[in-house]
């Protein structure tokens, strides 16, 4: 059984993810757990995933969830090319270090400003709530100023002088809010063209193809197909942003 990767591309760890195996040739199965039908919430993937998240892995009769530890599961199976995880002690500990750091600096507030300008709106049918979304860019705004003007001031990529998980991670994190209408990058010039570099290391046609979902408006008649489930995802929304 090839190895399997549960993803919604919907969701940034899972493009991540996904545009890791495929830069890298990496075999796997693609199963579809698309978060707006609630395929999430299922038995079935719960059983891959008690916590209900995207993405996870399934290797024969071994489970992993969690993004840094499936790229890095990946990177030690597959043995990827050097430059993703440097052997290096330190070159390794920079990698380390951002990763560590972008669950709550970047992964958290990013997903949060997605969840309030695009996915609250699309099933609660109500406009977005202007004053909450600017409180959430808000608190991502630490994290873009250290970025730019400490980070990318002294190297060309995030942790090293290469394209690294660091950079990949923080690429589709970035891209969640900017795919919505939330900019991200309109004011930090370093960080814009870190984002050419990186869309360049990785390939522009598997970053667009990756990303396709995302930059694409939902069609609003998706929220209405199931109104129990739009009600449970509105109101875990409603919890989570409050
Ligand atoms: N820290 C986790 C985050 C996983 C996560 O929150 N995934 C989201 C999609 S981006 C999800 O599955 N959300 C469903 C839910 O929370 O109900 C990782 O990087 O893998």
Redesign the pocket.
């Known amino acids: 059984m090839p190895l399997e990767l549960f993803l919604d591309l919907y969701?940034?760890?899972c493009r991540a993810i996904y545009i890791f195996a495929k830069k890298n040739g990496i075999p796997f199965e693609f199963r579809s757990v698309e978060?707006g039908r609630g395929e999430?919430l299922k038995p079935e993937f719960l059983k891959v995933n008690p916590l209900?998240?995207?993405?996870a892995l399934r290797d024969g009769d071994f489970l992993l969830?969690?993004?840094?530890a499936i790229l890095l599961y990946l990177s030690r199976k597959y043995q990827t090319a050097p430059y993703w995880y440097p052997p290096d002690l330190q070159a390794r500990a920079r990698v380390d270090e951002y990763l560590a750091w972008q669950?709550t600096a970047i992964?958290l507030p990013a997903?949060n400003v997605y969840l309030c300008k695009s996915l609250l709106p699309h099933f609660s049918g109500q406009p977005v709530d202007t004053v909450r979304l600017d409180r959430l860019l808000g608190k991502l705004k630490p994290a873009l100023q250290h970025l730019d003007q400490e980070v990318l001031a002294a190297k060309p990529f995030l942790a090293t002088e290469q394209v690294s998980l660091a950079d990949l991670m923080a690429f589709t994190e970035l891209m969640q809010p900017t795919a919505v209408g939330c900019d991200l990058f309109r004011d930090w010039p370093r960080l814009a063209a870190w984002r050419a570099r990186v869309e360049a290391a990785l390939g522009p046609e598997l970053v667009q193809n990756a990303h396709k979902l995302v930059l694409q408006p939902r069609d609003p008649r998706d929220a209405q197909q199931d109104p129990r489930l739009a009600q449970e995802l509105v109101h875990?929304l409603q919890e989570r942003l409050s």
């Open positions: 969701s940034p760890p978060l999430h209900g998240k995207v993405p969830a969690e993004s840094v669950h992964q997903a875990r």
